[in-house]
Nanobody, 125 residues
């Protein structure tokens, strides 16, 4: 399976942005997908995850509900809607997938077998 992330760029603090991850080469509903980010000098950080069926989602408490994950089966895409962006959200954002035909969501990097190339999000103050 291949993952292609897009939607990054330069935004102003307080703005919203949406990242998209196209998951191709496999049965879309058979993959749990997560979003992570990594800022310079920091470890990769979990943001949000969605089950293969789309019936379960989970996002990091630290986000305080600012980010929402969803999946569009028609477009084989998993989206990350990001609201009220802050300069500290600046990072490279990655989508990841692993084969799961259930409603389980995964939050650890080690649980994902496939990774996209990353897309840069820069939030200016």
């Amino acid at each position: 399976v291949q993952l292609q992330a897009s939607g990054g760029g330069l935004v102003q603090a307080g703005d919203s942005a949406r990242l998209s991850c196209v998951v191709s080469g496999g049965t879309f509903s058979g993959y749990a997908v997560g979003w992570f980010r990594q800022a310079p000098g920091k470890e990769r950080e979990f943001l949000a995850a969605i089950s293969g069926t789309g019936g379960s989602t989970y996002d990091a408490d630290s986000l305080r509900g600012r980010f929402t994950i969803s999946r569009d089966h028609a477009k084989i895409t998993v989206n990350l809607q990001m609201n009220r962006l802050k300069p500290e959200d600046t990072a490279v954002y990655y989508c990841a997938a692993t084969r799961r035909y259930d409603n389980v969501v995964l939050a650890r990097t080690s649980q994902y077998h496939y990774w996209g190339q990353g897309t840069q999000v820069t939030v200016s103050s």
